[in-house]
């Protein structure tokens, strides 16, 4: 499992199945740069909830039954079996030897199954984190100039240029995609999240 690809099943899946690995610390920092409240008690539990059974208990059976085949194997495997079939060697034909290729093409395959529910799992995450966080999460402090801005965009005044960088910022508004006039946003050296809610005054 690539961490980067999935940061955070690679923190929730060591609570959840004690067995596995522990994560890296670095790995988990790099996690919580993205992710900033997988921390927090309330959205870890309802991001663990979302997790469906299906998948630990593939990621359990995968562990059981060892790493996954090399590339080389798999690829010689299949070429195998091929010529066996060719040979009119069928379904049940070739052997022990073809019984073993068979069985590292099918630890293959349900190595590349896992991986695609893991990604659909992810990307399903993500969307639970976003909403757990616009809904739970109600201690933000927005920065003294993002309040400015907007408190003048709703008197009528036009903001064209905004230089926000270096902020410390990790979330603003919504309301900032709508600034009527606004050409250029430097929002670099942020740690940014979209809150879909108004959460200012």
């Excluded at 996690?31 to 059974?53: D, G, I, M, Y």
């Excluded at 402090?141 to 400015?148: D, G, M, T």
């Amino acid at each position: 499992m690539d961490p980067k690809e999935l940061p955070i099943l690679s923190n929730l899946l060591p609570q959840i199945d004690q067995s596995s690995h522990l994560p890296n610390p670095e790995v988990n920092q790099s996690s919580l740069t993205r992710f900033r409240h997988l921390n927090n008690p309330k959205v870890a539990s309802l991001l663990t909830q979302a997790v469906p059974t299906s998948l630990t208990q593939t990621h359990a059976l995968l562990r059981a039954m060892g790493p996954r085949p090399d590339p080389d194997v798999v690829s010689t495997a299949r070429s195998r079996m091929a010529q066996v079939q060719e040979l009119g060697g069928g379904s049940g034909g070739g052997g022990k030897e073809v019984e073993i290729y068979r069985a590292a093409v099918r630890l293959e395959e349900i190595y590349e199954e896992h991986e695609r529910e893991l990604r659909d799992v992810e990307e399903r995450l993500a969307g639970v984190y976003r909403e757990v966080v616009e809904r739970e999460i109600e201690d933000f402090q927005w920065n003294e100039e993002v309040v400015a801005v907007l408190k003048e965009t709703q008197s009528g005044e036009v903001v064209e240029r905004l230089d926000l960088s270096d902020r410390q910022l990790t979330l603003i508004p919504e309301a900032f995609g709508t600034l009527h006039g606004l050409l250029l946003l430097n929002l670099s050296h942020n740690q940014l999240q979209v809150c879909m809610y108004m959460c200012y005054q």
